[in-house]
């Protein structure tokens, strides 16, 4: 039992909040490459059991939908396990079928990262940011399953009403697949999927016979890269820190955190415009003199980045882009970059305020870029061999019959976006 939570009998299942020590270590999923575009397929080797679902805050509607889907998953998958953060679980465990696992503020992200299969979330791009902010110090982060149900949604792949077939898509993906096809049915005795992880009964494949997606049909993977950032004081030392905010992990080092929007830099309540020195490459690039600087990921390109005049970036570009904002000169423009070309701002003695904020994702860190400090972003390495993929966001994207892989993407632009939609008409 985790302090704070209430505890009920093992006889009363339902309205009880249980520690996530408890549940078994989390499964590494594959990620093949595909004949759909440049999308990747998601291969389980044995079923998802650890299921994190995220929230948007402050809607009832949102709530219920969680309390659905909860019930939903453990009633049809009964090897699976909801996981919820502390203040979610407090909210909802009384209205569930089935026990919630959760952790302390100070050790949820440890017990995510060793414990969660499979992250759900309900909202909108902002829900989604902040369940990839739950693995920001985490290089193999889980797939995630998105639900739009927030103001705009670019980034959410799947509405509602869908969710039962999504998360049966998701739930199914590798079964079947080569020489593991017995795993639908009941096990040959003696053989490799005879066991407690894969086996018949409840907790494996078998329990859910006629809910396959097809032998060869894995779910779809949309990898969306990130970016690193690290804050490094004049000599070049990492600069450590405490989060002033539970949204963000504690420490912010020399091996950096892991970003999937944007890192800012920006004079916030300061009246006086920021100075940056910006290096490219190593290289001394431009003296910035504006209201701040954003470096963004093509995921990111559609949201500050944007609005500050930046380009929009296919997700499966490998970019990096270099934004100002409100810059005084107007021959600073916005740069795309290779993605693994690091950048440096730092912070210049002609500055004139204090200090500048740094946000991530949206997020201030709490920790400012003072005189002498310097901001440095790099790419992360994603691939490694055939079929091995470390780093990235793997996303399950909706499948679209007949469309191409960038189909959600598009109507994304069209719909949400209103892409070179005419002033007057509407649609």
């Not at 830099?265 to 290289?283: I, M």
């Amino acid at each position: 039992m985790i302090p704070g939570t209430r505890g009920f009998s093992f006889s009363s299942r339902r309205a009880e909040i249980r520690n996530i020590d408890i549940l078994p270590p989390r499964l590494i999923p594959r990620y093949q490459e595909s004949q759909v575009g440049d999308l990747l397929s998601l291969q389980w080797p044995a079923p998802p059991r650890n299921i994190l679902v995220v929230k948007k805050d402050h809607s009832a509607a949102v709530t219920a939908s969680l309390v659905e889907f909860a019930n939903h998953a453990t009633s049809t998958y009964p090897s699976t396990a909801i996981i919820l953060e502390p203040s979610v679980a407090e909210e909802v465990h009384s209205s569930l079928q089935s026990p919630v696992y959760s952790a302390t503020l100070d050790r949820l992200r440890p017990a995510l990262h060793d414990k969660v299969d499979l992250t759900v979330t309900l909202g909108g791009d902002g829900t989604i940011l902040h369940a990839s902010s739950l693995f920001a110090t985490c290089c193999n982060v889980p797939p995630v399953l998105s639900f739009s149900m927030g103001t705009l949604g670019f980034l959410s792949e799947w509405k509602l009403a869908e969710y039962k077939r999504a998360f049966r898509e998701v739930y199914m993906s590798g079964a079947g697949v080569g020489d593991r096809a017995s795993v639908l049915g009941d096990p040959k005795p003696g053989s490799e999927d005879e066991s407690p992880e894969l086996g018949a009964g409840p907790t494996g494949w078998s329990s859910v016979r006629g809910k396959s997606m097809g032998l060869t049909r894995g779910a779809r993977i949309l990898m969306r890269n990130r970016l690193k950032v690290g804050l490094f004081t004049a000599d070049g030392s990492p600069v450590p820190r405490e989060a002033k905010s539970v949204s963000m992990p504690n420490t912010l080092d020399g091996q950096g955190m892991y970003v999937m929007n944007e890192v800012l830099l920006h004079r916030g309540k300061e009246p006086h415009l920021a100075v940056l020195d910006v290096y490219v490459g190593g290289r001394f690039l431009t003296e910035a003199v504006a209201d701040g600087i954003i470096i963004s990921t093509p995921t990111g390109s559609t949201a500050y980045s944007l609005s500050s005049g930046g380009s929009i970036v296919h997700p499966l570009v490998p970019a990096v882009l270099l934004t100002p904002i409100c810059a005084r000169s107007l021959s600073f423009r916005p740069l795309v970059l290779p993605s693994s070309t690091p950048i440096t701002l730092r912070l210049s003695a002609k500055n004139r305020s204090r200090e500048l904020e740094v946000s991530i994702d949206g997020v201030n860190i709490g920790q400012g870029l003072t005189a002498g400090m310097e901001a440095r972003v790099w790419d992360e390495e994603m691939r490694h061999g055939k079929n091995e993929w470390q780093g990235g966001v793997p996303c399950v994207m909706r499948r679209i019959t007949g469309g191409e892989a960038h189909d959600g993407w598009v109507g994304g632009l069209n719909g949400l976006l209103k892409f070179n939609h005419p002033f007057g008409e509407e649609r």
